[in-house]
């Protein structure tokens, strides 16, 4: 069965760093684009970036642009987060999922075709 299993998330000190690993299987990772998307008590859901296949293209959104960078391996069915300059806004669930949330439907449950389960990630 499919499975996206998320880890790396933790408590760190603002100015810090942590690496994100969603690790994919059941399914042909290389094939879909994968997404970081993070959810803070209260708040809506947010698409922090996607990478496409191949790595052919990425995103960030504005709010991490330039400290938070995305990658994957597809030979470890594997894509990264690696979150560098950690600011106490950036507390929150995160978790990877595979589809289309490249697109501006990306607030939709219908554009993504599998979840993790979410890392929790503190910032103080």
């Known amino acids: 069965h499919v499975q996206l299993v998320e880890s790396g998330g933790g408590s760190v000190q603002a100015g810090g760093s942590l690496r994100l690993s969603c690790v994919a299987s059941g399914y042909t990772f290389s094939t879909k684009c994968m997404v970081w998307l993070r959810q803070a008590p209260e708040k809506e859901r947010e698409r922090v970036g996607f990478i496409r296949t191949s790595g052919s293209t990425t995103f960030t959104t504005d709010s991490v642009k330039g400290r938070f960078t995305i990658s994957r391996d597809d030979a470890k069915r594997t894509v990264y987060l690696q979150m560098n300059s950690l600011k106490p806004e950036d507390t929150a669930m995160y978790y990877c999922?595979?589809?289309?949330?490249?697109?501006?439907?990306?607030?939709?449950?219908?554009?993504?075709?599998?979840w993790g389960q979410g890392t929790q990630v503190t910032v103080s």
């Open positions: 999922a595979a589809g289309r949330g490249y697109g501006s439907n990306w607030k939709s449950a219908s554009a993504y075709n599998f």
